[in-house]
């Protein structure tokens, strides 16, 4: 793209359009591009050549019928959804990475970007399968290793950590909501993924 005079911020924008799973399907998609003034359009628009076929192989690779199993999906795998490109199946991964592993798939929702109308598109392609959850154990846990499970706010770290110096052990997760130190709606999202060995 440098070669054709674009500058380097101009190149990655078109790189990061594709890699997000952006298609050229006629030659005025380029110019949709940001950073792709009508000028620089004009001047390479007659050297803009789009494969029919690679296009129907693009169209063709993510199909309605593909089944992705959650907990055990690559980023490759979430690619074949349509809809979902690297940026997605990455956000998707390292959400379930954090999160300890999905318990159910309306979870996906959760992912940062995903939209209602995206999540439904993808949803009938969707297994879960029990695996086994990676638990945080509340009571060896530090500051940092609860607030980077998404479910943890600063103010839910600290209140746990708070009532474990106070109580030096805390015998079950249920002890934290009859103390009030966590609100009900905070216990029955997290609990799947605590254990107070």
């Known amino acids: ?18 890699d997000k799973g952006g298609v050229f399907k006629t030659s005025a998609d380029f110019a949709k591009v940001y950073g792709i003034e009508p000028e620089i359009f004009s001047k390479l628009e007659p050297f803009i050549a789009i494969n029919p076929e690679t296009l129907a192989q693009t169209n063709t690779q993510k199909k309605s019928n593909v089944i992705v199993e959650i907990n055990s999906a690559t980023e490759a795998d979430f690619q074949q959804l349509s809809g979902i490109g690297p940026a997605y199946s990455k956000r998707i991964v390292e959400y379930r990475t954090r999160l300890g592993g999905f318990i159910s798939i309306e979870q996906i929702r959760e992912v940062y970007g995903m939209t209602d109308e995206l999540f439904e598109s993808i949803k009938p392609n969707l297994v879960l399968d029990e695996i ?8 060896t846990a530090e500051y940092k290793d609860l607030v980077y499970h998404p479910y943890v706010s600063k103010e839910n770290a ?16 249920d002890e934290l909501l009859k103390q009030k130190a966590i609100s009900k709606e905070f216990y029955d999202k997290l609990n799947p993924y605590i254990t107070v060995e």
């Open 132 to 139: 086994e959850i990676r638990k945080v154990n509340i009571n």
């Open 158 to 173: 600290k209140n746990i950590l708070n009532y474990r110096n106070f109580a030096g052990k805390i015998k079950s997760f």
């Open 1 to 18: 793209f440098e070669a054709l005079g674009l500058k380097s911020w101009q190149a990655d924008n078109i790189i990061k359009f594709r």
